[in-house]
């Protein structure tokens, strides 16, 4: 009788402990080992749905971080902010910006059908010409952006018109947006005139892939569908599975991993760390049980709106906001459930690291409130 080979098991913290040490949250790497463009890279962009979100990112993986360091890179174009994987906005290194693009455009493509009624009548391929001769005389806002359409497009629906051209051209979001301590609007330009260079031609998957298990692995194909947008993904995992290894979880899921992947022992040791809303960590996996227990996803969210959320024993524990003003910046911590004494000793002392980083008011302090559901 014949058996059938199943693949070695990795636990829940196994699995936990994997994805912090790729996601440089189990030991901040240090800046001997790691620039801030090379940590934009290495976690593949990083989601930037609203503008101080990457800094905090960066914030909690890299060993002294300057949010200048990012800004500076984002004033030189060398990184810069645009919609990417799962229709949402990401700030990339150039080259990503330029190649990954093309990779989930197929994604930004069906998305347009959500869209068909309001755009009834127009010919795409006009409108993407006309977009990229508009924002490339010179960056444009939406509002702008949307009010030329009209004119070419009447009865067209506003909006449709609006994530038609965002979705048919890779559109970056033009410095000051998105710089540390400035402000500015969402002004567009094409990724191409922005960095003074062609797109990549759409690249096969197989590269991507590897680089989202050396990020986010050990991964299954449905949790890399699940970052990217992508789907039918089966069929690359399959052409690269002689150079991957296989595990499953606990459910007999079949996960995917780089051979050479660091994968620690399920009991070392993850000390607090801070998260920003719509940060990769919690996004980028179909099963999030690695990061936040069951229980506690729904207050991880309010309505479409992530918390910023705290890690404790490598899990999602609590919820954090900061308030600041000139004088002071304050943050309010509030866990799921009741923390030990060395548990919030270390939670206090990873909140002071992030706002000696992160806020330049001369006070702060840190008030440990009661999560209320």
Same mark, same amino acid.
């Given at each position: ?27 901040? !790497? ?48 060398? *990184? ?48 993407? !010409? ?43 979001? /033009? ?42 692995? =050990? ?49 070392? =040791? ?58 002071? !910046?304050?943050?309010? *911590? ?32 840190? /008030? ?6």
């Amino acid at each position: 009788m014949a058996f059938k080979k199943t693949n070695p098991v990795l636990g829940n913290r196994a699995l936990n402990r994997a994805t912090l040490d790729r996601q440089l949250l189990l030991r901040r !790497a240090p800046r001997s080992a790691m620039s801030v463009k090379g940590a934009v890279e290495h976690l593949v962009g990083l989601q930037a749905q609203n503008v101080k979100p990457p800094y905090f990112a960066l914030a909690a993986r890299l060993d002294g971080f300057d949010p200048e360091e990012l800004s500076t890179l984002m004033a030189s174009r060398e *990184v810069a902010r645009l919609v990417t994987m799962r229709s949402t906005i990401h700030t990339h290194t150039a080259d990503d910006c330029l190649s990954l693009r093309p990779l989930v455009q197929g994604a930004r493509d069906r998305e347009l059908h959500q869209f068909r009624k309001g755009l009834a009548g127009v010919d795409l391929t006009r409108l993407a !010409a006309l977009t990229r001769e508009l924002v490339e005389e010179q960056p444009r806002t939406m509002k702008e952006l949307r009010e030329a359409l009209l004119k070419e497009w009447p009865d067209g629906d506003p909006f449709a018109l609006s994530v038609a051209a965002r979705c048919l051209l890779p559109l970056v979001q /033009v410095t000051p947006r998105g710089m540390w301590g400035r402000s500015g609007q969402v002004t567009l330009t094409t990724a191409e005139h922005w960095f003074g260079r062609q797109s990549e031609p759409v690249p096969a998957p197989d590269a991507t892939v590897l680089r989202y298990l050396a990020a986010f692995g =050990p991964a299954s194909v449905k949790d890399m569908q699940t970052w990217c947008g992508l789907t039918r993904m089966r069929e690359v995992f399959e052409r690269l599975r002689p150079q991957l290894v296989a595990f499953q979880d606990e459910n007999g899921v079949e996960l995917f991993d780089l051979p050479d992947a660091s994968r620690p022992d399920a009991d070392t =040791p993850a000390p607090p760390r801070f998260l920003p809303e719509f940060d990769n960590l919690l996004l980028s996996h179909a099963d999030r049980s690695r990061l936040v227990a069951d229980e506690h996803k729904p207050s991880t969210w309010r309505g479409n709106q992530p918390y910023c959320v705290f890690l404790v024993d490598g899990y999602v524990g609590g919820i954090w906001r900061l308030t600041e003003t000139e004088e002071r !910046a304050d943050l309010t *911590v509030q866990a799921f459930g009741k923390l030990t004494r060395a548990q919030r000793d270390a939670v206090a002392e990873e909140g002071e690291r992030m706002l000696t980083v992160m806020s330049s008011a001369p006070a702060h302090d840190i /008030v440990f409130g009661a999560f209320n559901a």
